[in-house]
């Protein structure tokens, strides 16, 4: 093997480091057995290292938390003041899989002052790994995570109280990024929503490949007129985003999109405030899924295409399906012919239920309805807001409506 080849892995750990070290909150909940993910990321189960802290309150002492001295002596231990719900924020020094995230307490013999760590939320990037209330603290204690994320944060439930963390461990397996050594590439979007529908605008005008500008002869997606509108795009997969590429109404209302912001994961990546473009390119060097563009002006926007780069993290062998939109249904002639399953749903186990009966197209419903079939759209498209009841097995997702169906098709 040759030596630049030895060096790549290096080259590639090091470029990783330096990208998501303070940065990043994108967050990926993983439906598998833990030893089932791991096995498809081509990795063992290890130690994870946590590269950098925050905390609400006497910051210097963050990095007692994570410095491995085990010590569970006050002046070595992360110590906040005493506060309304105080909490501790460490990223990781790569994204990765969580697995399992283990807290060592201070000594009881120090502690005279409300303990924080009787009832505490653990999350990985915007997911809750574990919610823990007790009448009495714990030592040391491990928790279960299940989620892709490259940050975590443990913040007290307690009104009034110190959080004291004297060392956290993580383990799980990093994620790679194959292609973050090569020049990054349009990313593929899963789903879409936007604050509201103005002119038959459906976010999903977005990313037809059309930039075009003339909403007439090829409709944008458009809002209506309202407070700050905005207009959303979730990736596939989480995703070192570098640039976000937007597409300007030429027609008209050039002067919808002098006055917005670009996030990743409600991370900002940039606010413009300028004259109207025909096109706008954003850098966003951070990690995550879900970007969004939003007006500071009470003023419908127009984006005719919304272009996200970057590099994608290597998620192997997962099941593909595409969001087409919220349709209308009728319980006398249903527009999916297959009712599969009414209870604890997600679009992921409806795709699979869907899949296994061989059928092209899945719908799920009233938050819990799971609907199968060979063709849809007999009813008519519907308005996006119509489809907005969460799902019961995942509330991040939206479930269709009381008659109405969010529709996929299995790729």
Known sequence: MSRESHLLPLLLTLLLILIFTCQSVAALKIYRSRQEFISML???????????????TRRFTCIYAIDESYSQEPTQCAVTEQQHKPWWMGILETPAYISKITVLNIDQTYRSYPDALRGITIMAGDDICFRFESDESFIKRSFPCDVIADQITIQSNRD?????????????????FPAILKDPYALLVHSCQQSSVGGNGYCQNAFDGN?????????????SDEFTPWLEAKLWTPSLVTEVRVYNRLDCCKDSLTNITVTLN????????????????????FFGDRVRIKSKKNQAISICELQIIGYPMEFPNVEKFKALGCYKDNPKNRDLTQLVSSIIMSHEKCHKMCKRLGLKYFGVQNGMHCWCGSTYGKHGKADEKMCSIPCEDNEKQRCGGSIY??????L
């Open 42 to 56: 081509g990795q063992t189960e290890g130690r994870l290292y946590l590269g950098n802290c925050e905390q609400s």
């Open 211 to 223: 930039a075009q500008g003339d909403h007439n002869a090829n409709p944008c997606a458009m809002t």
């Open 160 to 176: 009034n109280a110190v959080l004291t963390l004297c060392d956290i461990e993580v383990f799980g397996a990093p994620v790679k």
């Open 405 to 410: 169906n969010s529709i996929f098709e299995i």
């Open 266 to 285: 409600n991370r900002v990546c940039s606010s413009y405030d300028g004259e109207p473009e025909d096109a706008m390119s954003f850098d966003c060097k």
